[in-house]
T-cell receptor
């Protein structure tokens, strides 16, 4: 059974204070690891897909990295508008299109 | 390109009733997945439809069902509603392992 654990559950940063979110996973054959951003009352917004260990992807202040057991979402010099819940999900080779999600990290960036 | 649309956005029902939710995927996407999101359980997979056939199913009771039409639009139905069915129901449209979510339908069961 695929499993995803995200830490910390909540993170409070000052504007400009860089940090990282962690996503640990177990899956029988990784097809893809996904990062989403979710604002209150809205659907998850796609950020990145990572497919193999060593892969990195960047978008504005966000950078996602992947190892064989975990993924990190690095946030550089965050702004208040980066405040959201960040969700990590995995898709296994035997899962079809099913994504298994972690509980998310609620990020708050104070001005 | 228009995103995933879901209707209605909000629903209030009472226990024992049934409800039908609708999802229109991104144009050209043939796979539609449904998820339930609650504060206690997070996002959980309900089922996936591809070319009008259910291709994958999560661990939900038979009260939860769905279907897909020839234009890829999908509906999910929940019969005999229970209080615990109150949740945000999300539809995801996928192509080449990328899944894009709609805004969700907020269902409240009283």
């Amino acid at each position: 059974e695929d499993q995803v654990t995200q830490s910390p559950e909540a993170l409070r940063l000052q504007e400009g204070e860089s940090s990282s979110l962690n996503c640990s996973y177990t899956v029988s054959g990784l097809r893809g690891l996904f990062w989403y951003r979710q604002d209150p009352g809205k659907g998850p917004e796609f950020l990145f897909t990572l497919y193999s260990a060593g892969e990195e992807k960047e978008k504005e202040r966000l950078k996602a990295t992947l190892t064989k057991k975990e993924s990190f979402l690095h946030i550089t010099a965050p702004k208040p508008e980066d405040s959201a819940t960040y969700l990590c999900a995995v898709q296994g080779e035997t899962s079809g299109s099913r994504l298994t999600f972690g509980e998310g990290t609620q990020l708050t960036v104070n001005p | 390109k228009a995103g995933v649309t879901q209707t209605p956005r909000y629903l209030i029902k009472t226990r024992g009733q049934q409800v039908t939710l609708s999802c229109s995927p991104i144009s050209g996407h043939r796979s539609v997945s449904w998820y339930q999101q609650t504060p206690g359980q997070g996002l959980q997979f309900l089922f996936e439809y591809f070319s009008e056939t259910q291709r994958n199913k999560g661990n939900f009771p038979g009260r939860f069902s769905g279907r897909q039409f020839s234009n890829s639009r999908s509906e999910m139905n929940v019969s005999t509603l229970e209080l615990g069915d109150s949740a945000l129901y999300l539809c995801a449209s996928s192509s080449y392992h990328q899944q894009f979510f709609g805004p969700g339908t907020r269902l409240t069961v009283l």
